[in-house]
């Protein structure tokens, strides 16, 4: 039997953008949603959400409150998180069409292309096939970034069905790291956050049978 809590503690980056969506989105799912400002309170999350938002003044906003860092060392030590639009380019190990000074989180091995999509006032809703129980996904994308290129490890959920973009990559999963293009927490399809929040749980226990071999091992 896991001994892995029943209600994880989901974290939302608090720095700016969808923060309250998210929240609400994940409390839905039966997690414990929290802020997260402070590499503290990073430090007490069992998973965490990058929202959409401004991507150059979210990373530039984490390295002043001390957060870059932790939430590299974070996502590379196997922290689940999942990045929404902004998130996603957070996310991304390589950018196009960003600033040259502009830093990342990384973690998915792929190639995204900020604001690919157009400015805010092409700001679009279209369907995008998952491959979730329940059909395509309504999807609402704001100055949304697109997967230019996904490499061997990185796993394609979703593409743009129709229109001038379609089959265009919108949402990855690498391990306990996911990325949508899109902003499910607009939306009442709580779909992809049902998604994260399994992930999370998974992988507490996994973290809780390996803590429990150990114990086992030193009986022994």
């Known amino acids: 039997m896991s001994t892995a809590p029943a209600r994880p503690v989901v974290g939302v980056l608090a720095l700016q953008g969808d923060v309250r969506e998210h929240l609400a ?19 007490a999350v069992d998973g965490l959400i990058i ?26 030590d196997g922290l689940p998180a999942y990045g929404s ?10 950018l196009l069409d960003a600033p040259p000074d502009q830093q ?28 979730l129980d329940g059909g395509p996904l309504h999807a609402v994308f704001i100055r949304a ?7 061997s490890d990185v796993e394609v959920l979703g593409r743009v069905v129709g229109g001038a973009a379609d089959g265009r990559i919108v949402a990855v999963r690498q391990g306990n790291l996911v990325a949508t293009s899109f902003h499910p927490e607009l939306t009442g399809d709580r779909r992809v956050h049902a998604l994260f929040v399994e992930i999370v749980r998974r ?12 114990e086992r091992g030193k009986a022994r």
């Open 145 to 151: 970034p697109w997967v230019e290129e996904a490499r």
């Open 25 to 43: 989105a994940l409390r839905e799912q039966g997690a414990e949603a929290v802020p997260v400002r402070r590499p503290e309170e990073l430090a």
């Open 85 to 94: 639009c902004a998130g996603m380019i957070l996310l991304a190990d390589r």
């Open 51 to 76: 929202p959409g938002g401004e991507s150059t003044t979210m990373y530039k906003l984490a390295e002043r409150f001390g957060l870059l860092e932790p939430l590299r060392a974070a996502v590379r």
């Open 203 to 214: 992988h507490l226990a996994e973290q809780a049978g390996t803590a429990a071999g150990n």
């Open 104 to 131: 990342t989180i990384g973690g998915i091995d792929v190639t995204v292309r900020r604001n690919a999509f157009g400015r805010q006032v092409d700001s679009f809703e279209s369907e995008v096939e998952l491959g």
